[in-house]
């Protein structure tokens, strides 16, 4: 059974009042197949997650959620379009305090298909959880910018998955801090429950697979 959603975004395109920035579906499309990616268009509810990475802060640590996680699908054969404050990149604390002697992990850009799935984010609440390898870089220096070289990379599963930062229903985190060590992450807690609202949607009229495509913010034209 189809959820009842609430904040309908129409395909023309939403304005994010945090930065002026205007992403449009058809943007996000044409970017995606750009890079060769796959776009899914057949069906309802056939999701296309991305991510957006903001270039304009170059490789600098900003411990603000200041990127974006798209989500683009058909309902009734019409384009729905849904944005979200996130993060792609690691809190200043995991930058500072690495867990492992490789360095912390930020997620390279590029399209994971099937990466995720519906499950448990650390055994406390359902989120979209790495299921498949994808491509890290390491950053062990602790500069507080992030080392984003082709040189240092590694391909596995790491743990890198896309879930919420704050627990209050009406809040929305305002610093990275712990909430990431490379997960993705979504600001407003509201905002994340219906991003797994249609998650749910989805896996239910296809399966508990999820493609995950990260883009930097200079691809979009």
Avoid at 109 to 129: F, T, V, W
Avoid at 132 to 152: E, G, H, I
């Amino acid at each position: 059974m189809l959820v009842q959603l609430i904040k309908h975004m129409s395909s023309t395109g939403l304005l994010d009042h945090n930065t002026k920035t205007m992403y449009t579906r058809e943007q996000i499309e044409k970017a995606v197949k750009a890079k060769g990616y796959r776009y899914f268009e057949k069906g309802d509810y056939n999701l296309n997650i991305v991510g957006i990475r903001n270039s304009d802060t170059g490789n600098e640590v900003t411990n603000k959620f200041d990127d974006k996680i798209t989500v683009s699908f058909k309902c009734g054969g019409d384009w729905e379009f849904y944005i979200y404050d996130c993060t792609t990149d690691p809190g200043k604390y995991w930058v500072e305090n690495i867990m492992r002697v490789e360095g912390v992990a930020v997620l390279k850009e590029g399209q994971y298909p099937g990466s995720h799935k519906i499950r448990l984010h650390q055994g406390r609440y359902e989120a979209l959880g790495q299921c498949k390898p994808v491509t890290v870089y390491r950053d062990a220096n602790k500069d507080n910018k992030f080392d984003l070289s082709d040189d240092n990379t590694q391909t596995g599963l790491f743990g890198i998955n896309i879930h919420r930062a704050t627990k209050w229903g009406g809040k929305k985190s305002k610093q990275v801090d712990k909430w990431s060590a490379g997960c993705q992450v979504i600001a407003a807690n509201d905002d994340w429950h219906e991003f797994m609202d249609i998650c749910r949607v989805a896996r239910d009229k296809w399966s508990n697979s999820f493609t995950y495509t990260l883009l930097d913010s200079n691809d979009i034209k």
